[in-house]
């Protein structure tokens, strides 16, 4: 029933993890810096730099919650009532 | 500022009047499946957002992807699996795009439109959620007796449960509006399922002393046995804040969400659940929804820095003790003296000395405290 979207090539083909470049020299430096840090292997690095990037362009892009007056002034009445506010 | 809900989005499944009276007067005509009161707890969660990005029960690629990679399919940090377990007969007849009425104690709660019907492999999920398979443990046990099939999709919600506890529960439409109304920018999340001693007090006030607000937010519903019944927990905070804390620094609500002892994993659940009520930090107890020895007393901690997209700032805050050089409740990181000064708060010691009628000392718990929790003939889960 779900409806999978289509995959490119490089996702078929590996599964769970796919492929991307990186020059060599960022991966020798990446490989020394992380040295006695915890991090495993470059890629382990690279996910996490990468998740962290990510989450915090995609939060920049956020809006902010939007509420109608009307749910706003209920919801203030509540607050009130249960002596919150 | 709140936090971001999880996910991006706060979800709200909740029916309109108008969605409400089409589903109750089909109601007859739709299949019927009656849940339990923890499943009935997780539908209205989804619904009103406290599981933001989750808009119903996993369907398998979800599923799959939060018991191997602690994340949804998209990524997106997610630790425990949020299922519906059903008996093939239950969903006989059934097919992927049906309809479903969900019911619990004869009330119609939700529609969900089925999307997909998976089995499961319950020793992997133990394995991968408890990291054990030891039946001691009450979330395996729990697990290991659940349906043998699971049911993934979208959810309505029409109706809410029974709640005891009306007057104390918010939800994050509401806690967001109303950090934001107190002017709160940094707001600390407290998750509990015990009464407060001193150690809880101290770690709440070491985080209230840097931020602006503290959300203290115990869960009610299934927990094992011996541990403290729902409302002893809040007639005791009721003490507490009522004696011990500044009335416009902290809001107490109750979850209705059940433990389920998952350790690190759990650690993490708690705190994608605080911020999607607007927290911007959480606070991580040692051993945090431990029980036991499986887990280690830091692997809590030790996960986040498994998740540096969670959203959410985690605040570990070292053990405390009661020193009696010092005067106070301290940690090891700020107190000179020895083993010898220190009083630790030890949970059991303190059933132990409730359970025998006794006020514990007040190196350990408020005297208002005590009194709260001793005015119950049996505080404790049977």
Redesign the interface.
């Known amino acids: 029933m779900k409806v999978r979207e289509e995959q490119d090539e490089e996702e078929r083909t590996h599964g769970r993890y796919t492929t991307v470049s990186i020059p060599i020299t960022l991966y020798r430096r990446i490989k020394e810096l992380i040295k006695d840090t915890g991090f495993t292997s470059v890629s382990q690095f690279v996910i996490y730099i990468l998740r962290e990037v990510v989450s915090s362009m995609e939060e920049e892009r956020l809006k902010g919650e939007k509420l109608s007056e009307e749910e706003k002034r209920q919801i203030i009445e509540r607050l009130k009532r249960l002596g919150y506010l | 500022m709140v936090s ?2 999880h996910g ?1 989005e ?1 979800i709200s499944r909740i029916a309109s009047d108008k969605e409400k009276a089409r589903i109750l007067s089909e109601a007859r005509e739709i299949p019927k499946l009656f849940i339990s009161r923890d499943l009935a707890s997780d539908l209205q969660n989804i619904a009103h957002g406290v599981y933001s990005p989750l808009k119903g029960f996993l ?3 979800d599923f799959l992807h939060v018991l191997h ?1 602690m994340r949804l399919s998209n ?1 997106v940090p997610w630790t425990i699996p949020i299922i519906l377990d059903v008996d093939p007969e239950e969903i006989s007849g059934l097919k ?2 049906d309809e479903l009425l969900l019911i619990c104690y004869e009330k119609p709660l939700a529609i969900m439109r089925l ?2 019907i998976y089995g499961w492999n319950k020793e992997e999920y133990v394995q991968s959620v408890y990291k054990t398979r030891d039946l001691s443990h009450p979330g395996v046990s729990k697990t290991l007796k659940r349906k043998d099939l699971l049911i993934g999709g979208e959810i309505t919600l029409i109706d809410h449960l029974p709640n005891s506890f009306e ?1 104390y529960t ?1 939800w994050p ?2 806690t ?3 950090f934001k ?2 002017g709160w920018r940094r707001i600390v999340g407290f998750q509990t399922r015990n009464v407060p001693h001193l150690g809880h007090e101290y770690v709440q006030k070491a985080a209230l002393t840097f931020a602006d607000g503290l959300f203290i937010n115990p869960l009610v519903g299934w927990k094992k046995l011996g541990d403290f019944k729902d409302e002893v927990i809040i007639k005791a905070y009721e003490a507490l804040l009522r004696h011990y804390y500044p009335k416009d620094s902290v ?1 107490f609500a109750v979850l209705q969400m059940e433990m389920r002892y998952a350790g690190p994993r759990e650690a993490i659940h708690h705190a994608i659940v605080r911020k999607n009520f607007g927290c911007t930090h959480f606070i991580v107890g040692r051993d945090h929804a431990g029980v036991g020895n499986f887990y280690g007393p830091y692997e809590a901690w030790e996960i986040f ?1 498994e ?3 969670l ?1 959410i700032t985690p605040l570990f805050i070292r053990e405390s003790f009661y020193c009696k050089k010092c005067g106070g409740m301290v940690n090891a990181k700020i107190c000179p003296h020895g083993e010898d000064s220190r009083i630790r708060i030890s949970g059991t010691k303190l059933r132990k000395l409730i359970r025998g009628g006794e006020k514990p000392p007040k190196e350990a718990m408020r005297p208002e405290v005590a009194e709260a929790i001793l005015s119950f003939e049996n505080p404790f889960v049977e």
């Open positions: 971001k809900p991006g706060l369907i398998q690629e990679e990524d992927e795009g999307e997909e007057n918010l439409i509401e967001r509006l109303l109304e107190r809001v820095k998740f540096p997209d959203g």
